[in-house]
Nanobody, 126 residues
Framework: QVQVVESGGGLVQAGGSLRLSCAASGRTFRTYGMGWFRQAPGKEREFVAAISRSGGSTDYTDSVKGRFTISRDNAKTTVYLQMNSLKPEDTAVYYC???????????????????WGQGTQVTVSS
């Protein structure tokens, strides 16, 4: 069983930056693929970014490429999402997700993940 807890959300002006953190429990963190998803009001949850268990592979949804960076620190059992050049359309609840991964690959579909945090609100004002 893995528990994940997000932090770092808040209110920021357009063009600003935030760094989200996702702290995970468990000694086997390095065997888990990790992802970030978001859900805006009235919209379905969407994939944002994912990172393989080693951190060697990452993937992003097109709308955040070049602005967001996902990273992980296996020693600290934490994954991060650095968000730069934020836009009002980035406003959403951001969720961290985890799944045991047999291979060092990225997972971009929500249905692939087993464990989810409760989310952190990100609001970008124009």
């Amino acid at each position: 069983q893995v528990q994940v807890v997000e932090s770092g959300g808040g209110l920021v002006q357009a063009g600003g930056s935030l760094r989200l953190s996702c702290a995970a429990s468990g000694r086997t963190f390095r065997t888990y693929g990790m992802g970030w998803f978001r859900q805006a009001p009235g919209k379905e949850r969407e994939f944002v970014a994912a990172i393989s268990r080693s951190g060697g592979s990452t993937d992003y949804t097109d709308s955040v490429k070049g602005r967001f960076t996902i990273s992980r620190d296996n020693a600290k059992t934490t994954v991060y999402l650095q968000m730069n050049s934020l836009k009002p359309e980035d406003t959403a609840v951001y969720y961290c997700a985890a799944r045991y991964a047999m291979r060092d690959t990225v997972m971009t579909a929500g249905r692939e993940y087993e464990y989810w945090g409760q989310g952190t609100q990100v609001t970008v004002s124009s």
